[in-house]
């Protein structure tokens, strides 16, 4: 991993992959996806290009017929009119003729149209210039720390033998009920988890985001606005016999809300922070956590979620990942920027960042949030636009985790364990404690 890197952001538009630009900038859509690496794509844009001229020609001949028709219709008015029988027969075969073939031209494009789009969602968006090139997580880089990170002279427990010292996780049982993934939080730890979510709405709304509980399921074409194919397959839970997912973040459903909609220009930008519960398949190499609770089915998060202009979109993008700073700082834990390179990207995204906590029992960073850009992605996707003095334009989304626990409370619990095995709970959260300081193990 390189370190401690000064990476630029470019204060340049943002630029959503559309079927006109890829016609436009085939070689640069190219070098997109190889950034990316994924050369498996690349016949894609040719393809698309090629689908969209006979899209393109199949439209003009069936416009061409369709004013063909209105002038033959005339004719054979006045052929019948004259007492031209014949001649009006053999226009009106003529009329029945064209009819077919602008039949056959609308169901082409019908059908075109429907595998354009299929090939145009499979091609990744153009990523920001000041992203780093890397295949994947392990080629992110490290832009910034906040706090200093510390190892005690102690040994810090497994988070799960700490939670469970306090009388707080129960997974055996979680297990008997619904399977590897789940977990029960009892008592002072459930409490700690509320608080956490109650203090992160807090400090969002005091930073003028407005409050928000959505939606926890979702139709599928919301889904397919919101992220790729391959991340729905990953991650998505499909209610059986009904139209409906279970979301995977707030956001997706946040997002969703505005679908075919135009927002008032002068309400941008929207600033919405929203409390949900998360549900998860987590299908792929990294799989689920059997010990502990840093990897699983079910968890809940405040997240928080912007929609702008194109032009401020990069500005909330670097404001809202320093508010996450700011909220764990608030709570005396390290943390770090971690600037995604372009191969950790998800195919909507423009630039994304993750913020890592320190784990000061693994004596490294572990990831707690995740900030995106995803320029006019998800908005184009959903028809989500806004109106202004120049005409109707796509608005741009952002999306950031305030605070995910039972992750979040993995940097608390370490971050705040004593030598006594006891913990400390951060000045900010005890008005949610009920006043409470310290969390005491079960003494037998």
């Known amino acids: 991993m390189r370190r401690y890197c000064d990476y630029q952001y470019q204060k340049e538009e943002i630029i959503m992959l559309d079927i006109k630009f890829l016609i436009n900038n085939k070689d640069a859509v190219k070098e997109n996806i190889r950034k990316k690496f994924q050369e498996d794509k690349l016949p894609l844009v040719d393809e698309a290009a090629e689908l969209y001229a006979q899209i393109m020609d199949a439209k003009h001949i069936s416009e061409d017929i369709r004013q063909q028709r209105n002038q033959l219709s005339a004719q054979v008015a006045q052929l019948m009119k004259s007492g031209q029988k014949e001649e009006a027969e053999k226009i009106k075969n003529q009329v029945k003729e064209n009819a077919v073939i602008m039949k056959e031209k609308e169901t082409f494009m019908d059908e075109a149209s429907v595998k354009l789009d299929d090939i145009m969602k499979r091609i990744p968006q153009m990523i920001d210039a000041s992203v780093p090139i890397g295949k994947d997580d392990s080629e992110n880089v490290e832009v910034e720390r906040f ?132 549900f998860r398949k987590e299908i792929g190499s990294h799989g689920l956590e059997e010990r502990g609770v840093y990897r699983i089915h079910q968890f809940e998060k405040q997240e928080m979620i912007v929609l702008c202009k194109p032009e401020e979109s990069m500005d909330w993008y670097n404001k809202m990942w320093k508010l996450s700073v700011d909220l764990f700082r608030s709570m005396e834990i390290p943390v770090r920027q971690l600037e995604c390179c372009s191969g950790d990207l998800a195919n909507l995204k423009v630039k994304s960042c993750d913020i890592e906590a320190w784990s000061p029992r693994q004596q490294k960073y572990f990831e707690v949030c995740s900030c995106s850009n995803l320029g006019d992605a998800q908005a184009r996707r959903l028809k989500i636009r806004t109106k202004g003095e120049n005409g109707t334009y796509l608005v741009h989304t952002l999306n950031n985790t305030v605070v995910a626990p039972p992750r979040m409370l993995i940097a608390l619990l370490e971050n705040h364990y004593q030598a006594d095995g006891s913990v400390n709970i951060p000045e900010v959260l005890r008005p949610y404690m009920g006043g409470k300081a310290r969390l005491v193990p079960n003494q037998k």
């Open 147 to 278: 706090g200093e990170p510390k190892v005690p002279d102690y040994e810090i427990p497994y988070h799960a033998e700490i939670m469970t010292s306090l009388c707080g996780l129960d997974k055996d049982s979680a297990g008997r009920v619904a399977g590897t993934g789940f977990y029960y939080l009892m008592g002072d730890i459930a409490r700690l988890h509320e608080a956490v979510l109650a203090y992160a709405r807090d400090f969002m709304i005091d930073h003028g985001f407005t409050y928000m509980i959505p939606p926890f399921m979702m139709h599928k074409s919301i889904v397919e606005g919101v992220m790729s194919f391959e991340e729905m397959e990953a991650m998505m839970y499909k209610i059986e016999g009904e139209d409906l997912y279970l979301i995977g973040t707030s956001e997706h459903t946040m997002i969703g809300r505005f679908v075919n909609q135009i927002v008032d220009e002068k309400s941008l930008p929207l600033t919405l922070t929203s409390y949900s519960p998360c």
